[in-house]
């Protein structure tokens, strides 16, 4: 089985700063995208930024400059920092990855439980 597990959510003020990190773990052969999504209160789930195996990093325009998404191959993991937040980057933040596990052999998409972040103003 393969499983995400994310942290590092909680209550901030506006201006602050938090790290969210989120771990893959299980029979994983190959991980070809880690990516952070989030979901506020009554709206549709949007993708904060992703990485790919090769580097390519996409953010949200609402994020430019402010976040940063990183990945540490070694560990499987995913980072994203996000600094000067905003009331408005209240949301769950959940952690993706399109991942190859070893005993199904194709990629396959796979979430995290979800950290909830609380901007406070």
């Known amino acids: 089985q393969v499983q995400l597990v994310e942290s590092g959510g909680g209550l901030v003020q506006a201006g602050g700063s938090l790290r969210l990190s989120c771990a893959a773990s299980?029979?994983?052969?190959?991980?070809?995208?880690m990516a952070w999504y989030r979901q506020a209160p009554g709206k549709q789930r949007e993708l904060v930024a992703r990485i790919t195996n090769d580097g390519s990093i996409n953010y949200v325009d609402s994020g430019l400059g402010r976040f940063t998404i990183s990945r540490d191959k070694v560990k499987n993991a995913v980072y994203l920092q996000m600094n000067s937040l905003k009331p408005e980057d209240t949301a769950v933040y959940y952690c993706?990855?399109?991942?190859?596990?070893?005993?199904?052999?194709?990629?396959?998409?796979?979430w995290g439980q979800g950290t909830q972040v609380t901007v406070s103003s």
């Open positions: 299980g029979s994983i052969h190959s991980i070809h995208i």
């Open positions: 993706k990855s399109i991942l190859t596990s070893s005993y199904a052999m194709v990629p396959t998409e796979y």
